[in-house]
């Protein structure tokens, strides 16, 4: 799992540093077309959102449909063949903010390209072609009437967003309906301006396209802008604002507005990207709401379950579930997830689930494109701790864990209660000094490392055979599990230097050593008085911060005496095997010296 946590501000850089690596991208792209050289790929994003259209209401249900321009900001074309699977396919969606909540309110078919224009939107550099692919460096318009044309329009589940596989003709897709059949539906109590006071609203749209995907530059597909609804007595139309914020998905939008949402952007693997925005919020009187949304950008796996431990015998209040209307005859189970607080099996779990996929391959799992929320009150102030995501096609992992906001396992009573978080939860409980049982998924010691995982465990049986990277070395023996390869020693720690800071402070820095041994490389920095001693008269000084290539020693010498360094790498290698050389003497033989921690 590629896990980032931002906030608000770190996300915009995070956008706008991503475009401008593609933008580089397109400077470097070869004066011709074709994908003919080994890493070209086409790089297709959604310049601007740029209107709207109004089609109608049904009941209580209004449509519309969006307009996009597309650009190719890759290596070489992108397909845009319109007979074939060849081509992209386009999604609209519609996003309300109000009270804190980022919800999905609205979302459309799919509109199947057919034709590529050569516009000049995105660079003067455009290189043409014939319509049948979109050129490096061009543009292409979808007006909205044209993206709300339902002879165009597919469904959605027949789409793999992580390979961009499709059938081609789509179920469907040449049949016409009302004025809401396969648009972008939107509940007309959802944008009336005396039912949602305060209300901001964003569209977005997505573009899949088979050729990205291969070459990973299908996750900044999405582009999201603000809407304004105006109208009344049933009657509302939508007016853009704002500018689009090209390659972000909608959930941005939430983020980028309130800087006390975290964001979590989840990978999974061999397959496609959520992302998780969770915030706290303190209500009085001692209660909490906690509030989440998950956002399934392209992932095919889809999720089926959402979960995090509390604390037994909290008081947790309002929980709540929200999705968005499938609609026009996508195969999907509409029923809202079932919560449950389960302690079966151990710790006192609050789960939101729904039908596994075994029982019911259309249940209503959250399918790309597409994002849900749950919420709940809690009478528990908040922590940053794990929550899990299960996934809903079968498959390896069948989950994802993910650092988030989540309520704290401590009653604070002084005394250490079951279902106390043991390391969170101090004056309540201690730690033990050790992993005590290395099978039941606790970090009894608090140090991070859980079971197997835990180098306490290495005396016993229970670990001689987990080896979770298959390389055939046990973990107690393997000092980097996630290589697929079995290292031991780090090498030698070269060209440490200094120099005076801070009034006569030694400010030393050294560089990586070449071979590191394995993962989660720290430093030890032994100092001694005496240059040939560095086993007797020696001084271990603490880094405390894993991976920092430079420390301060605040010290400094006493009047006649010289301080002399070395600094050794270190891993989580079992014992010696994790302390690194020290160096030679002048004789060329190792030199020794104390191992420190």
């Not at 809407?227 to 980028?256: D, H, K, R, Y």
Request: net charge negative.
């Amino acid at each position: 799992m590629k896990k980032t946590r931002l906030r608000s501000r770190s996300v915009k850089w995070f956008v706008l540093l991503g475009f401008v690596f593609a933008m580089t991208m397109v400077a470097l792209a070869q004066t011709n077309n074709e994908c003919d050289e080994p890493g070209e790929a086409p790089d297709v994003i959604i310049e601007s959102i740029y209107e709207t259209k109004r089609w109608g209401a049904v009941g209580d249900i209004t449509a519309f449909s969006l307009g996009t321009y597309a650009c190719n900001i890759g290596t070489c074309w992108a397909v845009w063949f319109p007979n074939n699977n060849q081509h992209p396919v386009i999604s609209g969606n519609m996003y309300r903010l109000m009270d804190g909540e980022f919800e999905q309110i609205g979302q459309s078919w799919l509109k199947h390209g057919f034709f590529a224009l050569s516009g000049d939107l995105c660079s003067p550099n455009c290189i043409p072609t014939n319509g049948q692919h979109l050129g490096v460096n061009c543009s292409d318009p979808y007006s909205a009437p044209l993206n709300g044309e339902q002879d165009r329009l597919g469904p959605k589940f027949e789409v793999n967003p992580s390979t961009g596989d499709f059938p081609y003709p789509a179920t469907d897709l040449y049949l016409t309906g009302d004025a809401i059949y396969k648009r972008l539906q939107v509940h007309t109590d959802d944008l009336d301006p005396l039912m949602n006071p305060g209300a901001v609203y964003f569209l977005e749209s997505q573009y899949i396209t088979p050729d990205e995907p291969p070459a990973d530059t299908h996750y900044n597909n999405s582009s999201y802008r603000p809407v304004n609804v105006t109208g009344s007595a049933g009657i509302f139309n939508l007016a853009l604002t704002g500018q689009t914020e090209v390659g972000s998905p909608a959930i941005m939008a939430w983020v980028n507005s309130d800087p006390e949402v975290e964001l979590d952007i989840i990978d999974v693997p061999d397959d496609g990207r959520l992302y998780l925005a969770a915030k706290a919020t303190d209500l009085g009187g001692g209660m909490w709401n906690y509030e989440y949304a998950i956002e399934n950008q392209n992932s095919h796996r889809a999720v089926g379950e959402f979960s995090m431990q509390v604390l037994p015998g909290a008081n947790l209040q309002e929980i709540g579930f929200h999705d968005v209307d499938y609609h026009s005859g996508e195969p999907f189970d509409g029923t809202d997830w079932r919560t449950t607080v389960d302690s079966s099996t151990g710790p006192t779990m609050l789960i939101w689930q729904t039908d596994d996929y075994a029982s019911n391959p259309d249940a209503n799992a959250l399918r790309w494109d597409t994002l849900y929320n749950f919420r709940f009150d809690s009478d528990t102030p908040p922590r940053s701790g794990p929550a899990t995501l299960g996934l809903f096609l079968p498959g390896t992992p069948d989950e994802m864990t993910v650092t988030t906001v989540i309520p704290q396992l401590c009653n604070y009573n002084g005394s250490c209660d079951p279902g106390e978080d043991v390391c969170a939860c101090v004056g309540d409980c201690v730690p033990n000094v050790t992993e005590m049982v290395c099978t039941d998924s606790v970090d009894d010691d608090c140090d991070g490392d859980t079971d197997c995982w835990d180098v306490d465990c290495c005396s016993g049986i229970d670990c001689d055979t987990f080896d979770p990277d298959g390389d055939g070395v046990p973990v107690c023996e393997d000092c980097n599990e996630q290589s697929g390869s079995s290292w031991a020693t780090p090498g030698e720690v070269r060209d440490v230097r200094w120099q005076s800071v801070f009034g006569g402070a030694i400010g030393l820095a050294w560089t990586v050593p070449e071979f590191p041994g394995g993962s989660n490389l720290n430093y030890e920095i032994l100092r001694s008085e005496t240059a040939s001693d560095f086993v007797t008269d020696v001084t271990c000084l603490v880094n405390g911060i894993p991976s920092l290539l430079w420390y301060v020693d605040s010290e400094v010498p006493a009047p006649g005496t010289t301080f002399h360094y070395l600094v050794r790498g270190t891993n989580k290698c079992p014992g010696a095997q994790g302390q690194g050389p020290v160096g030679t003497d002048s004789a060329g033989d190792p030199r020794p010296a104390v191992f420190c921690f």
